[in-house]
């Protein structure tokens, strides 16, 4: 069994939540030097695009002609002075790397298309209010910035927002489980007034037709 202090009544620490491996270690700056090395990338990063006009589709795109254009010009000269060609590996995928993301595709589209003819068929209340504060969320931050800069947002926020949840962790507990609590009291309250309502409603209309 959990502890009913922590969030969840989680027993593992964020560390093993988060793999307990080296993707752990940067996010909670076990390994600083690493962690401020891609934060500081990143922000050169998204300068760079910033300042210089650039879009994600047309530096990926430069990026790649400029790599053809070299692997080519040095195929071509390797065999005219007799030089060894550029030493590149066979690029195909094989059946089974192919079946694989086929398997995943399929697992997580029906679970996505199961979802959505839950809160269709108006089966799960509690769901249809996680996925439209969600979509809603997503709306909204998403009419406040660019992707670029919500992908450095995100990337900040993934390598900020744990570590500093570890250092505090029982302090955001207490609190988020006393939120949750209250949110449990609004929830019961709104489906006793409003979605029960709605679903009396819609029966005494059949049995009306």
């Given at each position: 069994?959990?502890?009913p202090?922590r969030?969840?009544?989680?027993?593992?620490t964020?560390?093993q939540?988060?793999?307990?491996?080296l993707?752990?270690?940067?996010i909670?700056?076990?390994?600083?030097?690493?962690?401020?090395?891609?934060?500081?990338?990143?922000l050169?990063?998204?300068?760079v695009?910033?300042?210089?006009?650039?879009?994600?589709?047309?530096l990926?795109?430069?990026?790649f002609?400029?790599?053809?254009?070299i692997?080519?010009?040095?195929?071509?000269?390797?065999?005219?002075?007799?030089?060894p060609?550029?030493?590149?590996?066979d690029?195909?995928?094989?059946?089974?790397v192919?079946?694989?993301?086929?398997?995943?595709i399929?697992?997580?589209v029906?679970?996505?298309?199961?979802v959505?003819?839950?809160?269709?068929?108006g089966?799960?209340s509690?769901?249809f209010?996680?996925v439209?504060?969600?979509?809603?969320?997503i709306?909204?931050v998403?009419?406040?910035?660019?992707?670029?800069?919500l992908?450095?947002?995100?990337?900040?926020?993934?390598?900020?927002?744990?570590?500093l949840y570890?250092?505090h962790e029982?302090?955001?507990?207490?609190?988020?489980?006393?939120?949750?609590?209250?949110?449990?009291?609004?929830?019961?309250k709104?489906d006793?007034?409003?979605?029960?309502?709605v679903?009396?409603?819609?029966?005494e209309?059949?049995?009306l037709?």
């Amino acid at each position: 069994m959990g502890s009913p202090h922590r969030l969840f009544n989680r027993q593992r620490t964020v560390h093993q939540i988060l793999g307990g491996g080296l993707v752990a270690d940067v996010i909670l700056w076990r390994k600083k030097n690493l962690t401020v090395g891609i934060l500081l990338l990143t922000l050169a990063v998204w300068v760079v695009f910033e300042r210089s006009g650039y879009t994600l589709l047309s530096l990926v795109s430069s990026v790649f002609l400029l790599l053809v254009v070299i692997l080519f010009l040095w195929a071509k000269s390797a065999s005219i002075l007799n030089r060894p060609a550029p030493p590149l590996p066979d690029l195909h995928l094989s059946d089974e790397v192919v079946n694989e993301a086929a398997t995943f595709i399929k697992t997580h589209v029906n679970d996505l298309l199961s979802v959505s003819h839950d809160i269709a068929m108006g089966k799960d209340s509690k769901l249809f209010c996680k996925v439209a504060l969600s979509l809603g969320l997503i709306s909204f931050v998403g009419g406040l910035t660019d992707f670029l800069s919500l992908g450095y947002a995100s990337l900040f926020i993934v390598l900020t927002v744990p570590a500093l949840y570890e250092r505090h962790e029982d302090f955001v507990d207490s609190y988020c489980l006393l939120g949750y609590m209250k949110m449990q009291q609004l929830y019961v309250k709104f489906d006793r007034n409003c979605v029960n309502r709605v679903r009396n409603w819609i029966l005494e209309t059949k049995k009306l037709r």
